[in-house]
């Protein structure tokens, strides 16, 4: 009678689980490389008007990498940057382009492998986290040094939420 009790108990559990995950909102979300070593850590930032999603590129031996999502103008696609060392107040378009490691769309995937756009702050957080090109493109950016760990595959997996 035990043995059918435990087993019964786990799929439970497993359910209860993916219910908690799914009530985590994006942006609270804990994301980490599938396959590797990095991580990415979504953050509240209602402050931004045209970034509706922020979070961080975090690599196992270097600094954390800020980034955001804005969304395009007509209701377009997600899209992803991650900056470092950018000038701080107005700077121009040049000077943009040099400080961007990484630009490209995010796609979410849900429990049944659908793939979509990226959900808002206060929606429940994507299962899974497409950054298109995101591997690539670091492994050809100034962090590419040899030493500093970077994402070798643009698949992220949800792993928690930040409380």
Same mark, same amino acid.
């Given at each position: 009678?035990?043995?059918?009790? !435990? *087993?019964?108990?786990?799929?439970? %559990?497993?359910?209860?689980?993916?219910?908690?995950?799914?009530?985590?909102?994006?942006? @609270?979300?804990?994301? =980490?490389?599938? &396959? #590797?070593?990095?991580?990415?850590? *979504?953050?509240?930032?209602?402050?931004?008007?045209?970034?509706?999603? !922020?979070?961080? %590129?975090?690599?196992?031996?270097?600094?954390?990498?800020?980034?955001?999502?804005?969304?395009?103008? #007509? #209701?377009?696609?997600?899209?992803?940057?991650?900056?470092?060392?950018?000038?701080? &107040? /107005?700077?121009?378009?040049?000077?943009?382009?040099?400080? !961007?490691?990484?630009? $490209?769309?995010?796609?979410?995937?849900? /429990?049944?492998?659908?793939? #979509? %756009?990226?959900? $808002?702050?206060?929606?429940?957080?994507?299962?899974?986290?497409?950054?298109? /090109?995101?591997?690539?493109? @670091?492994? *050809?950016?100034?962090?590419?040094? $040899?030493? !500093?760990?970077?994402? $070798? *595959?643009?698949?992220?997996?949800?792993?928690?939420? =930040?409380?």
């Amino acid at each position: 009678m035990r043995m059918t009790w !435990t *087993f019964l108990t786990v799929p439970a %559990l497993l359910g209860l689980a993916n219910a908690v995950e799914a009530a985590c909102p994006q942006a @609270l979300a804990i994301y =980490q490389e599938v &396959g #590797g070593q990095t991580a990415i850590d *979504f953050i509240p930032n209602m402050d931004m008007v045209a970034a509706s999603n !922020t979070f961080r %590129l975090i690599l196992p031996d270097a600094a954390p990498i800020e980034g955001h999502v804005e969304w395009q103008s #007509g #209701g377009g696609r997600p899209d992803g940057l991650l900056l470092k060392d950018c000038p701080t &107040g /107005d700077a121009t378009g040049e000077e943009l382009a040099a400080c !961007t490691l990484w630009r $490209g769309v995010v796609y979410a995937v849900d /429990d049944a492998g659908d793939v #979509g %756009l990226l959900p $808002g702050p206060r929606d429940d957080a994507a299962q899974q986290l497409i950054m298109t /090109d995101l591997s690539r493109a @670091l492994h *050809f950016s100034t962090l590419n040094d $040899g030493e !500093t760990a970077l994402p $070798g *595959f643009d698949v992220y997996e949800i792993t928690g939420c =930040q409380e």
